[in-house]
T-cell receptor, first 116, second 113 residues
């Protein structure tokens, strides 16, 4: 069955440290999409990245980077030189081509606390 | 940029009241979604709509109904609000391509007293 696991419930680091948020997924589809969203304290879910199952290249966007490894079914998210503004809950999600309902399968989220 | 707006950020209602939560998107998206988010339970899909007047139940539709009379607007209705419907409600939209991204509104924090 399809599933997304974010094993880290909460992570706390000091500003400027690097931090990696883990995401492990399960799917039977060969074609699927993975997403990361950020939810700051204001509550709005902000889209960060979408990656399809055929593209295993790592992605870098400023201080953010994503490591997609099909061999381990993981799509991990790293923040380099973290800042207080990175404090938020981060969600990983899976979308399967075979899912005609267009639903996203959500991880439980990881709460990231960046201390000044 | 995609813009999804929700009618209220905070709402306080009494038990038994009929509650309308409105969501509007400006990107001509075919699909719209209503989720609720509760601590420890993550995001749960209540209903979604893939076209005007079309709707599908999500994982937790009980106690809710929806309306989509126009493409850009998707309403969530609590026919008779109960305290266990106190929650954060999030609306999202996406294009007709199932590969596309869901974009979210700012959320409505509903308290039912």
């Amino acid at each position: 069955a399809q599933k997304v696991t974010q094993a880290q419930t909460e992570i706390s680091v000091v500003e400027k440290e690097d931090v990696t948020l883990d995401c492990v997924y399960e799917t039977r589809d060969t074609t699927y999409y993975l997403f990361w969203y950020k939810q700051p304290p204001s509550g709005e879910l902000v889209f960060l990245i979408r990656r399809n199952s055929f593209d295993e290249q790592n992605e870098i966007s400023g201080r953010y980077s994503w490591n997609f490894q099909k061999s381990t079914s993981s799509f991990n998210f790293t923040i380099t030189a973290s800042q207080v503004v990175d404090s938020a809950v981060y969600f990983c999600a899976l979308s399967e081509i075979g899912n005609s309902n267009y639903q996203l399968i959500w991880g439980a989220g990881t709460k990231l606390i960046i201390k000044p | 940029d995609v813009k999804v707006t929700q009618s209220s950020r905070y709402l306080v209602k009494r038990t038994g009241e009929k509650v309308f939560l409105e969501c509007v998107q400006d990107m001509d998206h075919e699909n719209m979604f209503w989720y609720r988010q509760d601590p420890g339970l993550g995001l749960r899909l209540i209903y979604f709509s893939y076209d005007v007047k079309m709707k599908e139940k999500g994982d937790i539709p009980e106690g809710y109904s929806v309306s989509r009379e126009k493409k850009e607007r998707f309403s969530l209705i609590l026919e008779s609000a109960s305290t266990n419907q106190t929650s954060m409600y999030l609306c999202a939209s996406k294009s007709g391509l199932y590969t596309d991204t869901q974009y979210f509104g700012p959320g409505t924090r509903l308290t039912v007293l």
